[in-house]
């Protein structure tokens, strides 16, 4: 169950971002009784895929997409094509895919490993195929590489409540450092986002940095190339951005 792995004392000493992640998902009762498998894979919440009464391309392929033209505040800005621009729901799997897990994958006596940031896939013009998994096929394992300083990391979530609500944005990161000096960062993104969106463009322009807050300001930027706001989400522009550069001032203790 998420309660369970959320306070396993080897989560909250060696993998504090997913802890954080999974006490910010739903509900106390919620966490109680969801998998993480289930998690991993729940569908979007965007109200239009909800509605059996409106048209979705993820629900009904060929129908349209009712967001782009529609109430879009809570929509994706990155990954997003003409026939989808929902937002992927996991606060677990930003955590995940920010320490590069990867999923095992079994059907019959058949098992194959999967990159957690390949698992999902963009919309393009077959929305309503969200991720590898096969008929037949069930997740047995949620493999995290042993990164000594995945300790130092962390999951910030904005919304517009604390509790029981689904991400403005929000973001991973895993930091490693020596002294004042960036060695190397994990950062990936939730509520902006198609998929769980992974920034490993952004390492190379921290690596080597010091912690500053200028730093973590200019590297952000790098977050948004290719964004596509919608007409009520263009905030989420800056907002990620401020999301990113706040996580990293916690993490670099200069918060």
């Known amino acids: 169950r998420m309660t369970d792995v959320a306070d396993h004392p080897d989560v909250t000493s060696n993998y504090p971002v997913i802890s954080e992640a999974l006490l910010l998902s739903a509900s106390p009762q919620i966490r109680n009784m969801a998998s993480i498998g289930g998690n991993l894979l729940q569908r979007t919440r965007c109200g239009y895929f909800r509605d059996v009464h409106t048209a979705c391309n993820k629900r009904e ?137 992974n920034l490993p463009e952004v390492r190379p322009a921290l690596a080597g940095q010091p912690l500053k807050e200028e730093t973590f300001t200019t590297a952000a930027k790098l977050a948004v190339n290719g964004a596509k706001p919608l007409s009520q989400n263009g905030f989420k522009v800056e907002l990620v951005q401020r999301t990113i550069v706040r996580a990293l001032m916690k993490l670099g203790d200069l918060a």
């Open 61 to 197: 392929p060929g129908t349209g997409c009712s967001a782009i033209h529609g109430e879009n505040r809570m929509h994706a800005i990155l990954g997003t094509s003409s026939s989808c621009v929902a937002t992927h729901p996991s606060d677990l799997a930003v955590a995940l895919v920010a320490l590069d897990a990867s999923l095992r994958l079994q059907s019959g006596a058949k098992e194959r490993l999967v990159k957690l940031d390949d698992f999902y896939l963009l919309p393009g013009d077959t929305p309503n195929r969200e991720n590898q998994l096969q008929p037949g096929e069930l997740i047995t394992e949620v493999r995290v590489p042993s990164l000594p300083w995945a300790r130092k990391s962390t999951y910030l979530k904005i919304r517009d409540r604390e509790s029981y609500e689904f991400a403005l944005t929000s973001a991973a990161l895993a930091l490693d450092i020596d002294g004042d000096t960036i060695r190397d960062v994990r950062i990936a993104l939730g509520g902006v986002g198609t998929k769980p969106w």
